[in-house]
């Protein structure tokens, strides 16, 4: 069977798609989509290529990724300003304890749009003053207000861990309890085990936390995906796409060079 052969106006409602579908979060390779869509309307001939078709489908698939409402409100305040916003994370990054902004997921998102929308409301560069003078003004008057990461409460008057307590003291951890009562030392091999599952714990723990960095350059890298035409978008999914796992500040001067080059040689 021969296939589809798609239109201007099919290739102009498919961009249309893809454009919207990045509004509302979607945050998927550009290839995997444009894969998605193929496959649909090759498969079902008689189907017009539409946005609402397309919203449909791509709405229907399960386990896409998709941007929180948080993180859409984070990325419209960083383009307009993306050198304030790449100081204003590094300096959150130092945050995260106990009375501090919290830094990670959403909390993270909102703590930099409210302080980025603070500083560019005032025209005021990023400083460890300037910070503290907006947190202080964004605390102290009504509407949204800052994350805070909360000290753990304590809720009972005797912990878990101390609920647990065997009464072996802290020298005797790495002993091992027999079934008459007696305890041993831990062989070279238990000894190992116990290590390795403890690094496993402490790689595990150190995977899950999100790099917001790292992250808000991915977000700054999928903005200039949007920028231009589609022969332009082409452009910079090319080098989007080649730079992968080179690192997401990487990808993003990689791709905004690109830019540079199609606008100021007026290349459409």
Known sequence: MERRIYSDQDIQQVNQAEKELRAKGLDEQGQRIGDLIDDFFQTNRGVPVTVPAIFKLIEAQPGLKWLTPAQLEYNKIAAANPQAARQLVDWLNTQGKAGQLANSGDDAYENLTLLLT??????????ATAIRNGIDRISNR?????????????????????????????LHSDMVKMPDGSRRSKTPAEQRRDMEAAERAKSQSRSSTLDVSEQAWKNMADQLLQDGTHSQQARVRAVYDREQGNGWRHIFEACKAEVNIYKNRGIR
């Open 118 to 127: 603070e500083l560019n409301g005032r025209r005021e560069d990023v400083s």
């Open 142 to 170: 009504p509407g949204r207000k800052l994350r805070i990461v909360e000290a753990p409460r304590r809720t009972e008057p005797i912990s878990a861990a101390a609920k647990a307590d065997d009464g072996v003291g802290f």
